[in-house]
């Protein structure tokens, strides 16, 4: 596609219940980044990617919450036995082969009930 | 750590208005400084890149200094208009040994009124 493309755009959920949520980077981008926004507060880094291997996972705020990318493109953030700080706008970002530029997803608004 | 913060949280000016957006970051090993704009519901739109070797950069009405030493940068808006409303955020980039990271600010809500 054009873009960077996140499903759901929107996404409300029960407290306990796990959630998915899927990244399609842009066509050749090898490197892909997870983010999340909170009210109030700045972007946080949450795992990079480069092909399917994730060699900086250091902002996965707990165990609850994983990742894995297939293939070199779609990535999945799975985010187990939500609770309500988990509430966020979470953000995927693409880069192309030796560029250090992002291109980011419209996100993925979850809120837990 | 890297800190980056951007002050007033949010900003209202009328419109023709030329205005500047400040952004201060603690560390100044950084590779490189990004502009970005996001409107309400939307992702992230880049705006201005930064080196670290670069002091300026300019795209329309827009540009963007860089003063490294002292871990400021600015942008600055001409003759703003109303559709420049929206948040713009301010990060930095710096090597983490696998990783390039984005640190961001929390952003500066900018309302133009018509």
């Known amino acids: 596609g054009a873009g960077v493309s996140q499903s759901p755009s929107n996404k409300v959920t029960e407290k306990g219940k796990d959630v998915e949520l899927r990244c399609d980077p842009i066509?050749?981008?090898?490197?892909l980044y997870w983010y999340r926004q909170s009210l109030g507060q700045g972007l946080e880094f949450l795992i990079y990617?480069?092909?399917?291997?994730?060699?900086?996972k250091s902002g996965l705020p707990s165990d609850r919450f994983s990742a894995e990318r297939t293939g070199g493109s779609v990535s999945t953030l799975t985010i187990q036995r939500t609770q309500q700080e988990d509430s966020a706008v979470y953000l995927c970002a693409s880069s192309p082969p030796g560029k250090n530029i992002q291109y980011f997803g419209a996100g993925t608004r979850l809120s837990v009930l | 750590k890297q800190e980056v913060t951007q002050i007033p949280a949010a900003l209202s000016v009328p419109e023709g208005e030329n205005l500047v957006l400040n952004c201060s970051f603690t560390d100044s090993a950084i590779y490189n400084l990004q502009w970005f704009r996001q409107d309400p519901g939307k992702g992230l739109t880049s705006l201005l890149l930064i080196q670290s070797s670069q002091r300026e950069q300019t795209s329309g009405r827009l540009n963007a200094s860089l003063d490294k030493s002292s871990g400021r940068s600015t942008l600055y808006i001409a003759a703003s208009q109303p559709g420049d409303s929206a948040t713009y955020l301010c990060?930095?980039?710096?090597?983490?040994?696998?990783?390039?990271?984005?640190?961001f600010g929390k952003g500066i809500t900018l309302s133009v009124r018509p």
């Open positions: 066509s050749g981008h090898t490197a």
């Open positions: 990617f480069q092909g399917n291997s994730a060699p900086d």
């Open positions: 990060a930095v980039r710096i090597f983490t040994g696998a990783n390039s990271k984005l640190t």
